[in-house]
Structures are given as structure tokens and as C-alpha cells.
Nanobody
Framework: QVQVVESGGGLVQDGGSLRLSCAAS????????MGWYRQAPGKQRESVAI???????DYADSVKGRFTISRPNAKNTVYLQMNDLKPEDTAAYYC??????????????WGQGTQVTVSS
């Protein structure tokens, strides 16, 4: 089993910053990618940022230039630095880890989510 735990959410004012953290642990053979999704009330879950094992990154257009995803080498941890936050960034943020648990078996593992609220 793989466990995924997020932290770092909270309440911040318009224009403020937060850093989210996510740690994966358990029976991990190889991590393919780690990333963040978010879901606002009444909306579908959307991809925010992804980083691969080769450190390639991809961002949603709405967060480019404001959010930065990073993953320290050789650690199953990922960070999302969020700057210049806007009220429309308010959502529950979920970490997702795509990992192999054996040489053949892989799956996407999700955390429980952390709430980010940006007040205007």
C-alpha cells in the first residue's frame, strides 16, 4: 500500500502565498510522477501541476507564473509554492502520486486533500 499525506493549506488574503507539501510512503518501487489537483465547490477536479521523475513539469494555464512545483531529488516528497493567490484559487487541493509498487504494477494514489481559502 502507498500512503499520501498533504499539509500546508490554510486561509490567506488575496495576493498572499502558501506552500503545500505532500509525502508518499509505503511499498513504493518507483515513482513515475507527483502532482496536485484541486476541486472547488460545484466544479470538477482539475489538474494544477505535475512533475515527473525526470523533473519535467506541466502547469494549468491559470497558475502559470504564480505556482511552482518541485521535488527534492531521491525523496518521495513534492511541494507546491503558490504565490499571488487569488480568490479563484480557493479549493481543496489533492496530491496524486503515480507509482509502481512492483516491477509491473502501478496505480494513482491520492491524498485526503488540504483546503486552501483565499479571501478578497
Amino acid at each position: 500500500q502507498v500512503q499520501v499525506v498533504e499539509s500546508g493549506g490554510g486561509l490567506v488574503q488575496d495576493g498572499g502565498s502558501l506552500r503545500l507539501s505532500c509525502a508518499a510512503s509505503g511499498s513504493i518501487f518507483h515513482v513515475v510522477s507527483m502532482g496536485w489537483y484541486r476541486q472547488a465547490p460545484g466544479k470538477q477536479r482539475e489538474s494544477v501541476a505535475i512533475i515527473t521523475s525526470g523533473h519535467s513539469t506541466d502547469y494549468a494555464d491559470s497558475v502559470k507564473g504564480r505556482f511552482t512545483i518541485s521535488r527534492p531529488n531521491a525523496k518521495n516528497t513534492v511541494y507546491l509554492q503558490m504565490n499571488d493567490l487569488k480568490p479563484e484559487d480557493t479549493a481543496a487541493y489533492y496530491c496524486v502520486v503515480r507509482a509502481y509498487t512492483t516491477v509491473r504494477d502501478w496505480d494513482d494514489y491520492w491524498g485526503q486533500g488540504t483546503q486552501v481559502t483565499v479571501s478578497s
